[in-house]
C-alpha cells in the first residue's frame, strides 16, 4: 500500500488537486440544497467539517506519502460532501447517490484510520473483521433501511427529501425497526473502535504514542463537547465545529512520524559529512526519532556484532520492546540495528534509512579494516625489528663461544709458552712472542668491541641499567646517567633504548664536538622515556649519516616516538618514548 | 692449592689446566657445567675452583652462591671471555673472591686475587 500511494504521489498532487476541484464544482448543487433545507449555521458547520477533513488528509498525504492516513482523510471530506447530495430536489440518481452514502460511510473510514494509524496496515484479525463488520452495517443494512423507508411518514422541515430510488418497498415499521437497529449497531461498534484504540494506547510505545497522543488529545475533546450537546447545554452548531479538531489532531499525529523523504535527505547530508561510526548511531537516532537505537557492525574476526567503540552488541532475543533489523550489502552481513518496533509501522522507512546509510556504514567499517591492517603493518615492522635483534644476539653467542674463546687459548699458550723459555730465551724469540701476545691481545679487544657493538651481552644478562652504565662509562664524552629503570622490561624496548643511547653518544662525540652528555630512562605510565641530551654544536637531522633516521624506525616499528631537539649552536636533545606493550616479545 | 677447572670449552679447560700446573697447583678435577661442578665438589673437596660465568646449563654466579651455602666451600675465582666491566654489579654481590678475563689469566693474576 505504501508503494501504491508512493506511485500516486509522484505522478500528481497537482492531478489530485485538480480532480477535487472539480469534485467540488460537481458539489456545489448538493451544497446549495443543503444551505436552502437546514439554514446558514447549518450549512457553514457542514461545509467546514467536509473542508477542514479534506484539507488536513491533503496534507498529510503531502507530508507523509507512505503513510494512508492523508488518504484516508481526504475519503472522509469527499464521502461527507456527497452524502449531502440527498438534499438535492432532483435528479434522481443524484440524490440517490447521496443517500447511498449516508449509511454513515464516513465514520467507516474514520474507523479504519483509527485502527491503522500511526502504521500502515490493520495488523490484527479482531480488528480486520470489526472493520469488515462497520462497512457491512454502513452500507449493506443502510441500504435496507432505504429500501423500506417510506418518506411520507417522517415528515420535518429541514430533513433530507431528496428522491431515494432503493426506496421500492416503502414501510414505515419495518424501516423503524431497520433503522433502530442501524443505529444500536452503530454505537455498540463506535464503542469497541474506541476501546480498540484504548487498548493499543496501552500497548504502545514511546514512538507509537506520540503519533497517536494528538489524535486522543482532539477525539476526547471532541467527545467532551459532544457529552455537554446530548445534555442539552450547547446547540449542535456549538459542538460540531469541535469535530473539525479531529482531522488536525491525525495530522498533528501524522507529522509527528518523524521520517519522509526530506528527512531521510537530511540523513544523507548529515551522513556525508559525519562517517565515523559513534556520530553515526547518533544521526541515525535522531533521523528515526529513536533514542533508544543501537547500531552494530559486523566484525569477521569476532562472528558478532560490535559498537563502535569496540563492545560485542547482544542481538535480544524475544523482547516485544525490542525490534531488530539487519544490514547486509553485497550478500555480508554489514550491521544491525536495534529499535522500538514502532519504526516498522512505516514500512518505507527503515528501508529509506538503511539505503542512507549504507554508504555511511561501508565507509566505517572499511575504516575499521584499513585499521586492522595498519595494526598488522605495524606487527610486522616488530617481528622483523624483533627477529633482527634475535640474529644478532646469536651471533654474538657464536663469537662468544667460537672466535673468541679459541683467541682467548691462543693468549694463553702464547704465555704459557713465553714462561716456559723463561730466561733462556733468544731475545729474538722473546721479541716474537712478545709482539704475538700483543696481536692476540689486540684481536682479543677488538672482537670484545665487535660483539658489544652487535648485541651487548650485559644487556641480555643483566638488563638496560647496567648496560647503560657500561655505556657511560666507556664513553669517550663524560656522560652523567641521571635516572635509569628499576626493573627490567621487555627484551626489545630494552634493546631499542640501549641503542638510541649508543647511537647518541656516538653522534654526540663524532659529529657535535660535545663536551658533556646526560642520560635519562624512566618509567611514565606504560612506556619507557629515554632523553639523552649533549651540549655540542646541535644541527642534527634525520638526514643520512646521523643514524637517527634508523634509530626513529625502530622505535616506531615498537610503536614508540623518537622527537629531535637541535637548534643550531644550542646543544640536541634526544627523547624517544617506547611502549612497554603487554604482547611484545617476552621479559628475558 | 687443590684446583677444580669448570668451563664448557674443553680447549680452555686444557689450557688453564697447563697454567695451573705451570704455577704449582695440582689440578684435582674438571667440569662442563653448572650440575657436573656441584657433584665435583662434593666428591673432590677442592680447595679452589676456576668458575667460568657462561655455563650451558646456568651461570657461575649461581654456582657461587650454592657452593657458599655449604659448610666448607672452597674459593672461587670467576673467569669469563667478556671483561669485568660487564659483569660489574653481579660481581659486586658475589660471594666470588675475584674475577679474571680469560685472556688475562696467569699465574701472577691468580696470586693476586686469590691473595687479595
Known amino acids: 500500500m505504501t508503494r501504491a500511494l508512493g506511485a500516486l504521489n509522484r505522478h500528481g498532487e497537482r492531478r489530485r488537486l485538480v480532480a477535487l476541484a472539480i469534485f467540488y464544482a460537481l458539489m456545489v448543487p448538493a451544497e446549495i440544497a443543503y444551505f436552502e433545507t437546514r439554514g446558514t449555521a447549518y450549512g457553514i458547520v457542514d461545509l467546514l467539517s467536509g473542508l477542514t477533513w479534506t484539507a488536513a488528509g491533503l496534507v498529510a498525504w503531502h507530508k507523509r506519502p507512505a503513510n494512508p492516513a492523508g488518504l484516508l482523510m481526504v475519503a472522509y471530506g469527499v464521502v461527507w460532501v456527497v452524502a449531502g447530495n440527498r438534499y438535492l430536489d432532483g435528479p434522481d440518481w443524484a440524490a440517490t447517490v447521496g443517500w447511498v452514502f449516508s449509511g454513515g460511510t464516513h465514520s467507516a473510514c474514520a474507523a479504519v484510520l483509527l485502527l491503522v494509524f500511526p502504521g500502515t496496515r490493520v495488523k490484527a484479525a479482531f480488528d480486520r473483521w470489526l472493520l469488515g463488520f462497520i462497512w457491512l452495517e454502513v452500507t449493506v443494512l443502510y441500504w435496507a433501511y432505504l429500501l423500506f423507508r417510506d418518506p411520507a411518514s417522517e415528515p420535518c422541515d429541514d430533513c433530507a427529501e431528496g428522491p431515494n430510488a432503493l426506496g421500492i418497498v416503502p414501510d414505515a415499521d419495518v424501516a423503524e425497526t431497520v433503522l433502530n437497529l442501524w443505529s444500536t449497531v452503530s454505537y455498540f461498534t463506535a464503542a469497541i473502535v474506541l476501546l480498540r484504540l484504548g487498548m493499543r494506547w496501552r500497548a504502545a510505545s514511546a514512538v507509537a504514542r506520540r503519533a497517536l497522543a494528538p489524535v486522543l488529545l482532539t477525539g476526547a475533546v471532541a467527545i467532551l463537547f459532544l457529552i455537554v450537546y446530548v445534555a442539552g447545554a450547547i446547540s449542535y452548531v456549538v459542538w460540531a465545529p469541535a469535530l473539525c479538531l479531529i482531522p488536525l489532531g491525525f495530522l498533528a499525529g501524522v507529522l509527528r512520524t518523524r521520517v519522509t523523504r526530506s528527512t531521510v535527505g537530511e540523513l544523507v547530508v548529515e551522513l556525508a559529512e559525519m562517517p565515523a561510526p559513534d556520530r553515526l548511531r547518533q544521526a541515525l537516532a535522531r533521523a528515526l526519532g529513536d533514542p533508544t537505537l543501537e547500531l552494530g557492525f559486523w566484525s569477521q574476526d569476532l562472528g558478532t556484532y560490535v559498537t563502535a567503540d569496540g563492545q560485542t552488541l547482544e542481538l535480544p532475543e524475544s523482547d516485544p520492546r525490542r525490534d531488530v533489523t539487519q544490514i547486509d550489502y553485497g550478500g555480508q552481513r554489514q550491521a544491525v540495528l536495534v529499535h522500538d518496533p514502532a519504526l516498522r509501522e512505516d514500512e518505507g522507512l527503515l528501508e529509506a534509512v538503511e539505503a542512507a546509510a549504507r554508504l555511511a556504514l561501508q565507509n566505517a567499517r572499511l575504516q575499521a579494516e584499513v585499521m586492522a591492517q595498519l595494526e598488522e603493518v605495524r606487527r610486522s615492522r616488530q617481528r622483523i625489528v624483533e627477529a633482527g635483534d634475535a640474529q644478532r644476539r646469536r651471533i654474538e653467542r657464536d663469537l662468544h663461544d667460537g672466535a673468541q674463546q679459541r683467541l682467548v687459548s691462543l693468549a694463553l699458550s702464547l704465555r704459557i709458552l713465553q714462561s716456559e723459555l723463561g730466561n733462556a730465551a733468544d731475545p729474538k724469540v722473546e721479541a716474537l712472542l712478545d709482539q704475538a701476545g700483543a696481536e692476540a691481545e689486540g684481536a682479543i679487544s677488538e672482537l670484545r668491541e665487535l660483539a658489544r657493538g652487535i648485541h651487548p651481552a650485559v644487556l641480555v644478562d643483566s638488563g638496560l641499567a647496567p648496560a647503560l652504565e657500561g655505556l657511560a662509562r666507556r664513553s669517550p664524552v663524560p656522560v652523567e646517567v641521571r635516572e635509569l629503570p628499576a626493573t627490567r622490561l621487555p627484551a626489545a624496548v630494552e634493546v631499542a633504548a640501549y641503542f638510541v643511547c649508543s647511537e647518541c653518544i656516538v653522534n654526540a662525540a663524532r659529529h657535535a664536538h660535545a663536551s658533556a652528555m646526560s642520560i635519562v630512562a624512566r618509567e611514565d605510565h606504560d612506556s619507557l622515556v629515554v632523553e639523552v641530551s649533549d651540549d655540542g654544536v646541535g644541527g642534527a637531522h634525520f638526514g643520512a649519516g646521523s643514524g637517527l633516521a634508523g634509530l626513529r624506525d625502530r622505535v616506531e616499528a615498537l610503536g614508540g616516538t623518537l622527537v629531535v631537539v637541535s637548534p643550531p649552536g644550542r646543544g640536541t636533545r634526544i627523547t624517544a618514548r617506547l611502549a612497554i606493550a603487554r604482547d611484545s616479545s617476552a621479559v628475558t | ?116
Open chain 2, 1 to 116: 692449592m687443590r684446583v677444580l677447572v669448570v668451563d664448557d670449552h674443553d680447549g680452555f679447560r686444557r689450557i688453564a689446566a697447563l697454567l695451573l700446573v705451570a704455577a704449582g697447583h695440582q689440578v684435582v678435577g674438571e667440569a662442563a657445567d653448572g650440575r657436573g661442578a656441584l657433584d665435583a665438589v662434593r666428591d673432590l673437596a677442592p680447595d679452589l675452583l676456576l668458575l667460568d660465568v657462561q655455563l650451558p646449563d646456568t651461570d657461575g654466579f649461581a654456582v657461587a652462591e650454592a657452593l657458599a651455602r655449604s659448610p666448607t666451600p672452597p674459593l672461587v675465582v670467576l673467569v669469563s671471555t667478556r671483561e669485568a666491566e660487564d659483569y660489574a654489579e653481579l660481581l659486586a654481590g658475589s660471594p666470588a673472591r675475584g674475577f679474571i678475563g680469560k685472556d688475562k689469566l696467569s699465574a701472577q693474576t691468580l696470586a693476586a686475587t686469590i691473595g687479595a
